[in-house]
């Protein structure tokens, strides 16, 4: 546990305070907006999946699965207590969730993102009621998630206004995936890379 006080973080690393959450029942259902549709995805390539995971969380240093090999990816979003969700317009993809179900009675939203030019258009606030339901409609007693203060300033917000609590936190210090080639130099530029 670290004490209290700053904490230095070497150069070429990065260090994020992870705020994880629960909820025990969903929110309020909201209508789709018009056009938009969420589709169970079960057959995405590993490099279809990395493109839409960058371009989601490219400004958030989401980095996790942009680090696994193919193989290691495929385990993930093929293994069949995994459910990966597409949100899609008739215009492309706008987001996805990823659910995982791998650890009995503990199910998590292992990814919840829209693309840049989604946020903003009230899909989240219909998405998550709805990933929320097809959770407990399972007959999940909670459903987790977790955030980090890389992410957007507005997600913890977002998930309390969707019946998520704050349970717990903890520290995560990383390689910055700019320093090492996995995402380009220009990204989340309120993050500074040393």
């Not at 917000?157 to 380009?184: C, S, T, W």
């Amino acid at each position: 546990m670290l004490g209290e006080g700053h904490h230095g973080v070497p150069k070429g690393m990065l260090a994020a305070v992870v705020t994880h959450l629960v909820c025990h029942r969903p929110a309020p259902a909201q209508p789709a907006p018009a056009g938009v549709r969420l589709r169970r995805e079960t057959r995405m390539p590993a490099a279809t999946y990395r493109d839409l995971f960058r371009l989601i969380g490219r400004d958030w240093l989401w980095t996790s699965r942009l680090m696994l090999g193919d193989d290691d990816l495929l385990d993930v979003i093929l293994d069949p207590k995994v459910e990966l969700y597409l949100v899609e317009s008739d215009n492309g993809p706008l987001g996805m969730v990823e659910l995982d179900f791998r650890e009995e009675n503990n199910p998590q939203i292992a990814f919840f993102g829209l693309t840049p030019a989604a946020v903003g258009r009230g899909i989240g606030s219909w998405l998550m009621p709805e990933v929320q339901r097809r959770i407990f409609d399972r007959g999940a007693k909670t459903v987790r998630l977790n955030t980090c203060s890389l992410d957007s300033p507005k997600a913890i917000p977002f998930y309390m206004k969707h019946r998520f609590e704050a349970e717990r936190r903890e520290v995560n210090i990383f390689p910055d995936p700019r320093a090492i080639g996995v995402l380009d130099s220009e990204a989340a530029p309120m993050v500074p890379a040393l």
